[in-house]
């Protein structure tokens, strides 16, 4: 069986989805087992490929790539390990956005309102629309915004890239 990945499916909404399809699987096999008509396949060892456990470091997001890249890569890290940038010396964590238009220097936050922040991007912008600072919890951007009164002009990520 097939499961269609929708444009805003993330890796925890994926998981839900196919943990639900697996149990359903599992059951459906184990009843072929017990009737003696369960087909064995064996993968073949050129297709087999082994996921080394993703480290942290991989989900620092990286400005200068292309916004629609970004964005599929928060969807990819969430939840775990969650998509991360520098602002202001705070390590934040991306949760939702979206490519949009928009070009300046990679990083720099172009505009920003209560709804979300757009960052220029390697190539287009990203809007954030959720994130979350250290030590809270997810959060949309009014909340970060408070803290900062201004963030346009601001340059998002490490410096040395």
């Known amino acids: 069986e097939s499961i269609p990945v929708a444009p805003d499916d993330t890796t925890g909404t994926l998981h839900e989805r196919l ?3 697996g149990g359903r699987m599992i059951v459906e096999a184990l009843e072929l087992a017990d009737r003696g008509r369960l087909i ?3 993968q073949p060892r050129v297709d087999a490929t082994y996921a080394r456990k993703i480290d942290k470091a991989e989900a620092v997001i ?3 790539d292309p916004s629609d890249l970004i964005a599929r890569r928060i969807r990819a890290f969430d939840p775990f390990p969650g ?3 520098m602002l202001a010396g705070e390590t ?3 949760w939702r956005a979206r490519a949009v238009d928009g070009s300046a220097a990679p990083g ?3 505009a ?3 709804d979300g922040i757009t960052v220029a991007c390697g190539s287009g912008a990203l809007r954030v629309s959720e994130l979350q600072r250290p030590g809270g919890k997810r959060s949309g951007v009014k909340a ?3 803290g900062k009164p201004t963030l346009v002009g601001t340059v998002l990520g490490d410096a040395s890239r």
């Open 19 to 21: 943990a639900d399809l």
């Open 40 to 42: 064995r396949t064996p």
């Open 62 to 64: 990286d400005w200068r």
């Open 83 to 85: 998509a991360s940038t």
């Open 92 to 94: 934040i964590k991306l």
């Open 108 to 110: 720099t936050v172009i």
């Open 112 to 114: 920003a309102d209560d």
């Open 144 to 146: 970060l915004l408070q």
